[in-house]
């Protein structure tokens, strides 16, 4: 397993909850969060977990959130490695043609509304004082300075939605908890079901233990003053 950071720049004794706990990347961020030992607590939530976790649930999004208050301690750090690209049905439109209503409702509701629904009823667990953050799996293909090649409409638009959100909720945190961190990450492209299949030969493909080393070492480094902004799993920022 990849090294992950230290965590030195939290608080000790916080808990660290991660969304999509079951995904490749999802248990790849608990793996790495409890071999830290940083954290009083690593709380995964699925929707197999108990309680469930699920977008197609809006409610279980307050429950969980709920049930985390139940457990006492600081909320250090919240991790959506939530996401949806592809299934059985669609795939990701190469042309205008391809647009499909159902496919990218699908899109907004995971990849964006979900979301936003977390950071509604999570980031308020967020303490007032020392670091503590929310991170979101965004894409570099939801960058709209970055796009050259057009198509993935639905998943490109979802993801430029989520970035917009955490933009705004970045604003809205930072008011009343000056130390808390929102940000969008880009995991870059990883070896799981999500995106592994649409590698290009040539393009650097990461492991979800090394993926996820590489953002926790980022949310690490990061400070009040990147908050709202756009990076790499390389921590660079990226561009709107």
């Not at 999004?61 to 939530?82: N, Q, W, Y």
């Not at 995991?187 to 990461?206: E, M």
Request: some cysteine; glycine content about 10%.
């Amino acid at each position: 397993m990849s090294t992950a950071p230290a965590f030195e720049s939290f608080p000790r004794d916080g808990l660290a909850v991660v969304c999509g706990a079951t995904g490749g990347i999802g248990q790849a961020f608990v793996a790495h969060l409890q071999a830290s030992q940083q954290f009083a607590g690593v709380i995964a939530l699925s929707r197999s977990s108990s309680p469930a976790l699920d977008f197609d649930r809006p409610d279980s999004i307050a429950e969980c959130a709920s049930f985390i208050k139940t457990l006492g301690g600081e909320v250090r750090l919240i991790v959506d490695a939530t996401g949806y690209l592809h299934d059985e049905t669609f795939q990701p439109e190469k042309s205008l043609r391809h647009i499909d209503a159902d496919y990218m409702a699908k899109q907004f509701q995971i990849n964006a509304i979900g979301p936003a629904l977390l950071m509604k009823h999570f980031c308020p667990l967020l303490p007032r004082s020392g670091k503590s953050v929310f991170a979101t799996l965004s894409a570099k293909v939801g960058s709209i300075g970055d796009n050259r090649m057009g198509g993935w409409y639905g998943y490109r638009a979802a993801k430029a939605a989520l970035n917009q959100l955490v933009k705004c909720s970045a604003i809205e945190i930072g008011r009343n908890k000056r130390e808390a961190v929102c940000v969008a990450l880009h995991p870059g492209t990883v070896d799981t079901g999500l995106s592994g299949p649409f590698a290009k030969s040539g393009l650097r493909v990461q492991s979800p233990e090394e993926a996820t080393a590489n953002m926790l070492t980022v949310l690490d480094q990061l400070t009040a003053e990147s908050s709202g902004g756009f990076y790499a799993y390389d921590g660079n920022a990226l561009p709107w």
